[in-house]
T-cell receptor, first 115, second 112 residues
Framework: GAVVSQHPSRVICKSGTSVKIECRSLDFQATTMFWYRQFPKQSLMLMATSNEGSKATYEQGVEKDKFLINHASLTLSTLTVTSAHPEDSSFYIC???????????FGNGTRLTVT | QQQVKQSPQSLIVQKGGISIINCAYENTAFDYFPWYQQFPGKGPALLIAIRPDVSEKKEGRFTISFNKSAKQFSLHIMDSQPGDSATYFCAASRVGNEKLTFGTGTRLTIIP
């Protein structure tokens, strides 16, 4: 089945630094990937839609200059949290689908802790 | 605006019993309704999904019931096992829009 790999699984960084999270589709090509954020015991909130070869589409309220998304190839999308602050601490999850109308598969998430 | 409402927030079921989680949606354009299972520290995994052209779909111990007129759908887990203890999310999307709108989640605990 379709596998989405996310790296790293956990990262701790100091306030003011930037962190990059990678999302890879291992056995399929994904023209579109999605980035979600999940706070403890809460639902998944869509942050942005990452489109291969073009700019990401951000959801309302998500700062595009803070959460930089790059989708340079059909198998890789990256999310960079710039100038991270403690309030950015969260669980970030990416997802992708192999083709239009096929099920959405999720990575295992990245636990970001900003100290 | 919460477009998919999920209940209950938490649920405790005895081993062997039936677990039932309910969701209601507002957007009549939604036409794809998946359920995801999430274990702590992991991403959600697709469990089962349904489209509105059928009223029920069964896969093993998991069944989705769908009521289009009431705009409701539910997940039934038969013969619930301790390994089913997880958080379950319903979701919805519509053709032409790949975004999923998630419910608020249900923490299911199966006790021996």
């Amino acid at each position: 089945g379709a596998v989405v790999s996310q790296h790293p699984s956990r990262v701790i960084c100091k306030s003011g630094t930037s962190v990059k999270i990678e999302c890879r589709s291992l056995d399929f090509q994904a023209t579109t990937m999605f980035w979600y954020r999940q706070f403890p015991k809460q639902s998944l909130m869509l942050m942005a839609t990452s489109n291969e070869g073009s700019k990401a589409t951000y959801e309302q309220g998500v700062e595009k200059d803070k959460f930089l998304i790059n989708h340079a190839s059909l198998t890789l999308s990256t999310l960079t949290v710039t100038s991270a602050h403690p309030e950015d601490s969260s669980f970030y999850i990416c997802s992708a689908r192999a083709e239009y109308n096929s099920p959405l598969h999720f990575g295992n998430g990245t636990r970001l802790t900003v100290t | 605006q919460q477009q998919v409402k999920q209940s209950p927030q938490s649920l405790i079921v005895q081993k062997g019993g039936i677990s039932i989680i309910n969701c209601a949606y507002e957007n009549t354009a939604f036409d794809y309704f998946p359920w995801y299972q999430q274990f702590p520290g992991k991403g959600p995994a697709l469990l089962i999904a349904i489209r509105p052209d059928v009223s029920e779909k069964k896969e093993g111990r998991f069944t989705i019931s769908f009521n289009k007129s009431a705009k409701q759908f539910s997940l039934h887990i038969m013969d619930s096992q301790p390994g089913d203890s997880a958080t379950y999310f319903c979701a919805a999307s519509r053709v032409g829009n790949e975004k999923l709108t998630f419910g608020t989640g249900t923490r299911l605990t199966i006790i021996p």
